[in-house]
């Protein structure tokens, strides 16, 4: 096994953890969806949460974006990562297939800040004016 093959199963279990455990335990059970009776969020997140974790208090969601390991930062740092680590791998070892990995890894990565979330996700969010990312993107006003 290669060290590159290594870092990445790790990535993807730290990925696939943190979206689908850390998240419905954390941030979830404080969101109005966990609430709303036959409601679903966007990600579908609050229907997970709701089997796996107690209800939490509506005026502790916004500490999902507090401090410096809060979730966002974690959820960014997931994000992220497969594109900073590319580069090193680029530098080293070029190749065209690589190259057309980050570009596309950053074009969905653009699409989803400046498509999806201020455009679909989050303008239609019933949390958005409790959300910090809401608060951030200007959707409240819309």
């Given at each position: 096994?290669?060290?590159?093959f290594l ?46 974790a107690k ?68 303008l239609h ?18």
């Amino acid at each position: 096994m290669t060290l590159g093959f290594l870092i990445g199963v790790i990535y993807v279990i730290f990925a696939f953890l943190q979206m689908y455990i850390l998240m419905p335990l954390t941030v979830c059970p404080n969101c109005v969806y966990y609430r709303m009776k036959d409601s679903r969020c966007v990600s579908g997140l609050n229907l997970i949460s709701r089997k796996i974790a107690k209800e939490g208090k509506p005026e502790d969601f916004p500490k999902r974006a507090e401090g410096i390991l809060c979730y966002n930062n974690i959820y960014m740092a997931t994000l992220f990562f497969p594109i900073i680590v590319s580069f090193p791998a680029l530098i080293l070892n070029f190749s065209f297939i690589l190259l057309y990995f980050i570009i596309t890894v950053i074009g969905l990565l653009l699409f989803r800040f400046f498509i999806i979330f201020p455009k679909i996700a989050c303008l239609h969010c019933n949390a958005k004016f409790t959300c910090p990312i809401g608060e951030q993107i200007g959707v409240r006003d819309k």
